[in-house]
């Protein structure tokens, strides 16, 4: 009798297996079908990027996509972030998350589809504007699994959840999408799943990791003060640009020197301004910093390690107390991503048998930070899963591993993903990833 529970259970196991893949199969073509348009809208949507806070015309674009497809959508959800619920019966709650904003940089890919656009940024001033870090991609990703999966409506059962996110470069999306009550206001998620272009990874490969995926993010800001001065008189003054060099140096020894070097950290100093012309020494200096660790103790420990070396340095300066170094760290912190690892596994298998093992790809931790991890740390918990998307011509991947050379990465001027295969392999990979987790396929 266990015997033939066991072949029973094998049988029905199988039957499900053979059902989805008639189903992703029908989504595959329903997708080669539909591509002219999802092209379309990807150079449409690679052309118009918007800045953080900015993405007003590309949140009404995805808002159109989703009500034309029947989605009931809530807008300006905090800045521009736009939410679609599509009730389909009774069954899970499944939310897909894309990322809407781009970068204040000007693009030299070549490509006859180039960004030309400009934007304000927080500053005040006008910059370009281009999609480096690939939600154009993301986007185009979002609306081609929002089609295919109405189109089919008929296989699965459960509501699904579309967000089209603001503002995910400086931080702030995730946040203001919370505190406008995002989880009170649709059907708390039983999954949340999301996925990022990968700028080293060949088209059509996908990428994972169980657990730690990206790192938390801190960007901090300090304000060296001294005592400024004729340059041609340095010994009158107490010269902030020389105690910001000897600040900026000693930070380096805290990764290497005071950091467990089994656990991942990164100082990195992005920006440093002071002073006016070549003679005049300044009464301060202005740095950038960003902090990235996946340990809360390790970043706990980064931090006092800056104040430290700050304090100390502008003592030894012979700075006064009212002079020392002021450092104040933005909010909202963006926290590290980590993946569920139980949901992990459940969708990794969805993609080897959609995919086949070679082309599935378990990948390192990256110190880039995402906040989509908020999606996962509310006070109503639900499990989260972001994976990597290949997105580089694989003729040009195997020729970078060949000779030695380094791929342009995200946030780079130069970042030209693929866009066919890697807009058709994102739609395959959420569509397929949703129909398991509402888990009714007929």
């Not at 989880?183 to 990968?198: G, M, Q, R, V």
């Not at 926290?335 to 086949?356: I, S, Y």
Request: proline fraction near 6%; hydrophobic fraction near 45%.
């Amino acid at each position: 009798m266990k015997d033939y529970l066991i072949i029973f259970s094998l049988c029905l196991f199988s039957t499900s297996l053979a059902a989805q893949r008639a189903v992703t199969s029908k989504i595959s073509a329903f997708t080669d079908k539909n591509y002219p348009s999802l092209e379309k809208l990807y150079h449409h949507l690679h052309q118009n990027p918007e800045l953080s806070m900015h993405e007003e015309k590309s949140a009404a674009r995805i808002a159109k996509e989703l009500k034309r497809l029947g989605f009931e959508v809530m807008e300006k959800m905090g800045a521009h972030n736009i939410v679609g619920i599509f009730k389909n019966g009774p069954g899970p709650t499944v939310l897909i998350r894309a990322d809407m904003d781009a970068l204040p940089l000007e693009e030299k890919t070549g490509l006859p589809y180039a960004s030309k656009a400009k934007g304000i940024n927080a500053a005040g001033n006008e910059v370009n504007v281009m999609h480096a870090c690939g939600h154009d991609i993301h986007m185009t990703v979002l609306v081609g699994t929002a089609r295919a999966l109405v189109e089919a409506k008929s296989r699965w059962n459960g509501t699904l959840v579309m967000v089209g996110q603001s503002a995910e470069e400086n931080g702030l999306g995730a946040d203001l999408l919370f505190k406008a009550g995002l989880y009170e206001k649709i059907p708390l998620p039983d999954f949340a799943i999301a996925l990022h272009d990968n700028p080293y990874l060949a088209a059509g490969k996908i990428g994972f990791r169980e657990g730690a995926f990206m790192a938390s993010v801190d960007m901090m800001d300090i304000t060296v003060f001294g005592a400024g001065g004729h340059g041609a008189a340095p010994h009158t003054t107490k010269d902030p640009v020389v105690l910001s060099a000897q600040m900026i140096m000693a930070f380096q020894t805290i990764v290497s020197r005071e950091i467990n070097p089994i656990d991942p950290a990164v100082v990195t100093v992005g920006s440093i301004h002071g002073g006016t012309v070549h003679n005049i020494i300044p009464d301060e200096v202005k740095m950038q910093l960003t902090l990235r660790s996946y340990d809360k103790d390790v970043r706990n420990q980064t931090i006092a390690a800056i104040r430290r070396i700050s304090a100390s340095m502008a003592q030894a300066a012979g700075l006064p107390e009212d002079k020392m170094p002021q450092i104040t760290i933005r909010e909202p912190q963006t926290p590290a991503t980590v993946n569920d690892p139980v949901l992990t596994k459940r969708l990794v298998a969805v993609f080897k048998e959609n995919f086949g093992d070679e082309n599935v790809v378990e990948m390192p931790p990256y110190m880039v930070g995402e906040d989509f991890s908020r999606f996962g740390m509310q006070e109503k918990q639900v499990p989260i899963f972001m994976f990597w998307l290949g997105a580089i011509d694989p003729v040009k991947v195997q020729a970078a591993a060949e000779n030695g050379e380094q791929l342009p990465s995200l946030h780079s001027p130069l970042f030209a993903p693929l866009p066919e295969p890697t807009i058709k392999t994102g739609i395959m990979a959420m569509s397929a990833a949703a129909l398991d987790l509402f888990e009714k396929v007929k």
